[in-house]
């Protein structure tokens, strides 16, 4: 009975010393912090910032010509005959139906430049987390937003941010 219960005690120190050593190593990162905070992640967000601005300016200048030749015609009703009148009315609607497709346009434009930038990024994020992992002995790392609970000392985001920003630096668009 003693030999039994020596048997099972050594058993479970033994393999409990097993699966302590085969421990899985699990972290987790932060990209949003990553996108937001690197070099690569600042220099998507301006350019992508500006083309957007030089969009709403040239969309502005259109908007205004627009706004102009309206009230050029309404100012012009009573003088021009009403199929002139209903002809002007027809062609603006016209450049406005033309303004909100050219409008919606540079929105999905941009909408999907913000997915190719994102995408490139973690494209070139990804090797810099393969390697980290292999040098660390990592098993798994996970994006933060789907961590519940975790301690403080498995987030590597400032570490891959520093190895972003020295490996990959600026991103162009163009």
Do not use: C
């Amino acid at each position: 009975m003693k030999f039994k219960s020596l048997l099972v005690l050594f058993f479970l120190i033994f393999f409990s010393k097993i699966s302590l050593s085969n421990e899985n190593k699990i972290v987790y990162i932060d990209l949003n912090m990553i996108m937001n905070n690197s070099i690569a992640g600042k220099s998507i967000t301006s350019q992508l910032e500006n083309n957007h601005k030089k969009n709403i300016s040239k969309l502005k200048k259109i908007e205004e010509k627009l706004k102009k030749e309206e009230s050029e015609i309404i100012s012009q009703k009573n003088v021009l005959t009403k199929e002139k009148y209903e002809k002007k009315i027809i062609d603006l609607r016209e450049k406005a139906k033309e303004f909100r497709k050219k409008r919606n346009e540079n929105i999905n434009n941009l909408n999907n430049q913000r997915l190719e930038a994102t995408a490139k990024i973690i494209n070139l994020i990804k090797p810099i987390l393969s390697e980290y992992s292999e040098k660390n002995s990592i098993s798994i790392i996970i994006d933060k937003k789907n961590v519940i609970i975790g301690k403080t000392a498995l987030d590597i985001t400032d570490a891959i941010l520093k190895i972003v920003d020295d490996k990959i630096g600026k991103i162009n668009l163009d």
